[in-house]
């Protein structure tokens, strides 16, 4: 039974189609499956459908009768979601289905594994209208982008004529009305190492920081989350007498890091002192931090079977802890009514003796200047300490309009609605919207979706009520568009 037969959501289209969404694995990079799913919805209903070179897909609902010269709207999500897994849980996003459940007022995944509701609401928005045959409205496109989640790369190889249009709304933002979002840059440095052998009278031992929140890069940085990829690099930098060889800290470059592990030889005398300044590290973050829900921030020491063949040289070593704790994370400026203005997610650090090690660093800001002085003062840093360091990916800022027509209809229809006034918001978090404003700068955009929390982690959830919001505010725009 689905769990709208069970009566535990609404039966309509949505909510059919934000569950079939969840049951094909789709995250970045594989979402042929799910674009051909959609692509056999819209051809049920007689709809064009046209594929891209980079496999961003439009789908086409001609105008209701009579509405051939009302403005011409495109509804834009993306295609991919963000595969995060809880700590021992088995789960392989490129063939399992995402298990939703009814958490009181939220679809969640009882903390498993994200939901997919980034952006698979916003997908399943589109399809309920552009499938809709009682729909009166101008032409419609729906335009589902791919690998939004790794750096807005559809966006930036989408076919042009895919923005033909008179307005874009973008379904991946939770305020009704988000009108602009930061621009992001994602920097990655890598460096082969000095190694020695390791003592073979040492002990392999094995740290292991676990039930940290996580969260979204743009959304969370400002929470009192913390950062498992900056605290393993702290206790390393602190402890004495452990000669490191691996590190797994962190795993997408816009998620903050929950966990991080970190492997290396110590000797038997030290192993003590080891444990106790874990154990400090345990109780301070438990007291600063918020965790993982229901859970304790734990950091642990573990004996491996034998010690590592190799480790980092005592110079080798010492530079990267040096690199480590000077790459910037966190919110590294504000606006004047307190909101984030510019920050940076220290977002993944892996390395092993003998092999690469890496860092990821994704800067965002209001301000590309802003965002780029971030990025080039990791850079430099990188550089002096022999790592090759490259920008492999970045987009721009989405300037606000606050005089844009949309936005006025989109208020107007919004007050008419709910009887108060639409909130108006530049949010920190990267929308594909600051790609398209580059690409047609004519286009007027805005950009809502329901209600989320957790996004970017096993937290993820959606709101059931808000959901149902969105869906009528979104038929409203579209049924009384001609009167912007």
């Not at 809709?132 to 101008?138: E, M």
């Not at 939004?148 to 305020?175: C, H, K, P, R, Y």
């Not at 606006?335 to 890496?358: C, I, P």
């Amino acid at each position: 039974m689905s769990l709208i037969s069970e009566k535990k959501l609404p039966d309509n289209a949505f909510w059919r189609y934000f569950l079939l969404i969840c049951s094909i694995p789709h995250p970045s990079g594989h979402e042929a499956a799910l674009r051909d799913t959609l692509i056999g919805e819209a051809r049920r209903y007689g709809l064009d459908c046209r594929v891209d070179a980079a496999g961003n897909l439009a789908i086409d609902r001609p105008a209701a009768a009579g509405c051939e010269n009302w403005p011409g709207v495109i509804l834009q999500a993306h295609l991919d979601m963000v595969p995060q897994v809880a700590d021992n849980v088995e789960f392989d996003f490129l063939r399992d289905a995402v298990v939703p459940q009814v958490d009181g007022a939220w679809v969640t995944t009882g903390g498993r594994t994200t939901l997919g509701a980034d952006d698979g609401m916003g997908v399943a928005l589109a399809m309920e209208l552009l499938t809709d045959p009682d729909l009166r409205c101008g032409a419609l496109r729906g335009l589902f982008t791919v690998s939004e989640e790794t750096g807005l790369g559809g966006a930036e190889a989408l076919q042009a004529d895919f923005l033909d249009g008179d307005v874009l709304i973008n379904l991946d933002s939770d305020e009704p009305f988000t009108i602009g979002c930061a621009g992001g840059a994602r920097l990655q440095g890598q460096k082969v190492m000095a190694v020695k052998p390791a003592d073979p009278d040492k002990k392999g031992v094995r740290f292991t920081l676990k039930g940290m929140h996580g969260g979204h890069s743009g959304v969370d940085i400002h929470l009192n989350v913390g950062s498992a990829a900056v605290v393993m690099g702290e206790f390393l930098k602190e402890l004495n007498g452990f000669d490191l060889s691996m590190v797994k800290a962190g795993t997408l470059h816009n998620a903050i890091a929950r966990e991080a592990v970190a492997e290396g030889a110590m000797a038997n005398d030290k192993l003590a002192e080891a444990r106790q300044l874990a154990a400090e590290y345990t109780d301070k973050l438990n007291q600063t931090l918020i965790p993982n829900p229901g859970d304790r921030i734990t950091l642990s020491v573990d004996l491996l079977p034998d010690v590592p063949e190799q480790v980092l040289t005592c110079e080798a070593q010492s530079a990267l802890l040096d690199v480590w704790g000077g790459l910037p994370h966190g919110v590294l400026a504000q606006t004047a009514d307190s909101a984030v203005e510019t920050s940076s997610n220290l977002a993944v650090v892996n390395g092993r003796a003998g092999a690469e090690w890496s860092f990821i660093v994704l800067a965002r800001s209001l301000f590309d200047a802003r965002r780029d002085a971030v990025v080039n003062q990791a850079m430099n840093l990188l550089q002096r300490n022999g790592f090759a360091g490259q920008v492999d990916s970045a987009y721009s800022s989405w300037e606000p309009k606050y005089e844009s027509a949309l936005l006025k209809y989109a208020c107007n229809v919004y007050r008419d609605l709910y009887k108060r006034d639409a909130r108006i918001a530049v949010i920190h978090g990267g929308l594909e919207p600051g790609i398209f404003c580059g690409m047609k700068p004519d286009l007027q955009m805005i950009s809502f979706a329901p209600a989320t929390e957790g996004v970017h982690s096993p937290q993820e959830k959606l709101n059931i009520a808000d959901s149902e919001q969105c869906r009528k505010l979104l038929r409203t725009l579209l049924e009384r568009i001609v009167e912007m």
